[in-house]
């Protein structure tokens, strides 16, 4: 059964690779991003020169900045530029006092609006509720709206700064605003904008008018906000264009980050995770030096670090993906995933293989449902366990178990890609559990060998408490909890300087590795290879490495990465752990004779 198991998994790699050849042939075709900057703050940025942002905008295009973020205007901003006036219920009140004539009938808490130049007012009457009542004041047509939010309410786009920018060569990214009950959304989006970056933490339109947004949103690219969670942006993503963008806070970047920090972070973020949009925020302090000059060195820097690694610094017109998976051999593929399945069956005695089986699938339904995500998911769930759970305890397993993990992704990879996938509309459902369920698997396998789990209830029910088996648990849960709280992209635990500089030193010489993967195999190496250690400890030490082996596939998982990629990481970290690994065995043996050693002299000794 067992072989029979291992060829359906080797026949299933065929289709799958076929998938798997497109991919990187559809992926090497997107070597494309933009660069585009915020107007806002290059305003601030070109007060201090005396400058106009326009005439500082055209010094950055000519280093290599190739767009310009220009927000939507509020009340606020559109007086800021003398387009309209504006005044609260309780000033307007007063003015007409002062002038001798009859103080309005209005709330005080209200917001008056008046033009000052011709077509002003069309796109705040356009979109902002309620219809707004007209009085007459100082010979002037005043429109009175309840409350006073002048920056908050939306007053359209500014035409005439988005017409200056485009004629001057920049690719417009807008930035349109939401307001509760807002008419007309997205009529007054500009034809000039090639892509939309919602402002705030909501979509324009929502929660009213999606439908609305999504129909005006097909002409342009949404930008989805790397860690930034926008209301109304998971129920539109998977029905418009998009592509992933990257910012950095403005705090962040004049207190702690240098242009090169920047630069490093942005590479990073266009090779691994699929960032197309590369949004800019210029220097506004000098904490880190001058700010024209860090600036200048972040444009030009950027642009030429992206080219240097083939990417097409350019506006991004069309994003189709082109990659089309196939239903047939999707399938064919996902018949691996099964048999893997069944080898996990194999792994554990009696009724147990088949409930952890059945777990492993139904949790793959939980987080995805009736779709390929579940199969994906049961993949990267049983992978990572199967190689440690049916070779031999041998050095050599390690590397044959990183190649099942391998196969693993290539079969998760060509079932799991698509359009949606691929463009990040439709992440992969449950990565925290590719990090924590396998090693699980692992540590219940050892303990079925030696006894059944009801066996285990009653001694560790009965077990005297030792403080030493209290120390050995708590630092076990806290390596499992160090493991998930530094998941993802933002985690909860961040890298120490000394880890992020040995990062950066390796990002800088190839793809940088997982760091799970470069602790995790040194500690499989540990396990086997010291035949005679006790299981207990041989148990802990695989789980390291089974994390590891789940790393490969979490890598893979990340389906905006490029596949080459993550090979390449794959690669790197197996090589790095298997060189720490041997180098810790002769210290590791030392470290046991030397503690075993000092033990025994507390034989003899009197007890308290």
């Not at 047939?328 to 018949?335: E, F, H, N, P």
């Amino acid at each position: 059964m067992k072989r029979l198991l291992w060829l359906t998994i080797i026949l299933s790699l065929i289709p799958a690779s076929i998938l798997v050849v497109r991919r990187v042939g559809a992926e090497e075709g997107r070597r494309r991003v933009t660069m585009v900057m915020d107007e806002v703050v290059l305003s601030e940025q070109a007060e201090y020169l005396g400058q106009s942002s326009f005439e500082l905008g055209l010094h950055y295009q000519s280093l290599g900045l190739g767009g310009i973020v220009l927000y939507e205007d509020t009340f606020e901003s559109a007086v800021a530029k003398g387009r309209i006036a504006v005044l609260t219920g309780f000033e307007a009140r007063r003015l007409a006092l002062l002038n001798g004539e009859e103080a309005p009938d209005i709330a005080p808490k209200s917001t008056l609006v008046t033009g000052l130049e011709p077509g002003a007012l069309e796109y705040i009457l356009a979109k902002n509720p309620p219809t707004p009542e007209q009085i007459i004041l100082a010979d002037q047509t005043w429109y009175v709206f309840p409350g006073t939010a002048p920056n908050l309410r939306p007053a359209g786009p500014d035409t005439d700064a988005i017409a200056q920018w485009a004629e001057a060569g920049f690719d417009i990214a807008y930035r349109p605003r939401n307001f509760p009950l807002m008419k007309e959304v997205g009529a007054d989006f500009p034809e000039e904008a090639s892509y939309l970056i919602h402002a705030g933490l909501q979509v324009a339109g929502h929660p009213e008018s999606l439908d609305t947004l999504v129909d005006i949103s097909q002409d342009y690219i949404t930008g989805v906000i790397e860690g930034t969670e926008q209301d109304g942006m998971r129920d539109i993503v998977r029905k418009i264009p998009t592509a992933r963008l990257l910012s950095f806070d403005q705090d962040y970047i004049n207190q702690r980050l240098y242009p090169q920090d920047l630069i490093d972070k942005y590479l990073l973020a266009a090779n691994e995770r699929g960032v197309r949009i590369l949004y800019l925020r210029p220097y506004t302090e000098e904490q880190l030096g001058s700010m024209f000059t860090n600036t200048e060195e972040l444009v030009s820097g950027l642009r030429e670090r992206l080219e240097g690694e083939g990417y097409e610094v350019a506006p991004l017109g069309s994003l189709e993906l082109n990659y089309q998976t196939n239903a047939l051999l999707r399938g064919l593929s996902s018949v691996g995933i099964l048999a893997a399945l069944g080898l996990l069956i194999l792994m554990y005695p009696g009724v147990w293989g088949p409930l952890v089986a059945l777990a492993v699938l139904g949790l793959g339904v939980f987080a995805n449902g009736l779709d390929w995500g579940a199969l994906a998911l049961a993949a990267a769930l049983s992978f990572p366990v199967i190689g440690y759970g049916h070779l031999s305890e041998r050095l050599s397993s390690l590397g044959l178990t990183t190649l099942i993990s391998l196969a693993g992704a290539v079969l998760l990879s060509a079932v799991g890609s698509d359009r949606e996938t691929m463009l990040s509309i439709m992440p992969f459902a449950g990565v925290a559990a590719t990090l924590v369920v396998p090693p699980a698997l692992l540590l219940f396998h050892y303990a079925l060998r030696y006894r059944s789990p009801a066996s285990w209830v009653v001694d560790f029910w009965n077990h005297p408490i030792r403080i030493g088996n209290i120390a050995i648990f708590l630092v076990g849960i806290a390596a499992l909890g160090l493991v998930f709280l530094r998941r993802g992209n933002f985690p909860v635990i961040g890298a120490s300087s000394a880890e992020l500089a040995f990062r950066d030193w390796l990002s800088e010489l190839f793809v940088r590795p997982r760091f799970k993967e470069m602790l995790g195999h040194p500690m499989a190496v540990l396990g086997l290879t010291n035949d005679t250690w006790p299981d207990w400890i041989k148990a802990i030490l695989l789980t390291g490495g089974v994390i590891a082996q789940a790393s490969i596939l979490n890598s893979f998982s990340h389906y905006h990465t490029p596949l080459l990629i993550s090979l390449q990481r794959t690669v790197i970290a197996l090589v790095l752990g298997l060189i720490v690994g041997l180098i810790l065995v002769p210290v590791a043996r030392f470290g046991v004779r030397l503690g075993g050693r000092w033990l025994a002299t507390a034989e003899g000794e009197s007890k308290i």
